[in-house]
């Protein structure tokens, strides 16, 4: 069973940066695609960005694409999701997601779970 951890969210002022690190364990991620999803008080969950197995293929989502960056580290067992610019609209409890199959999108498509960690940006 693979657990996921999220830290480093925290409070940012508008126009600056946080790095969300999600360490798994119970698992090797390398036989995962990851990806980071989020969720704003009274909205759905959505699609923030993804990466491949390999880190080889990312895909992020419109709202953040030029100002957020997902990466992993396979040999710790960690992603990151750098975010750069940012807005108050990112306010969010930001999801680490892990699913044992290609690199995708849809939440739906994801298996394993992080309890998520709060973003909150001023303006």
């Known amino acids: 069973q693979v657990q996921l951890v999220e830290s480093g969210g925290g409070l940012a002022q508008a126009g600056g940066s946080l790095r969300l690190s999600c360490v798994a364990s119970?698992?090797?991620?390398?036989?995962?695609?990851m990806g980071w999803f989020r969720q704003a008080p009274g909205k759905e969950r959505e699609f923030v960005a993804a990466v491949s197995r390999s880190g080889g293929a990312t895909y992020y989502a419109d709202s953040v694409k030029g100002r957020f960056t997902i990466s992993r580290d396979n040999a710790k067992n960690t992603v990151y999701l750098q975010m750069n610019s940012l807005k108050p609209e990112d306010t969010a409890v930001y999801y680490c997601?892990?699913?044992?199959?290609?690199?995708?999108?849809?939440?739906?498509?994801?298996?394993?779970w992080g309890q998520g960690t709060q973003v909150t940006v001023s303006s």
């Open positions: 997601a892990a699913r044992d199959g290609p690199i995708a999108t849809g939440g739906e498509r994801y298996y394993y």
């Open positions: 119970g698992g090797t991620i390398s036989n995962f695609a």
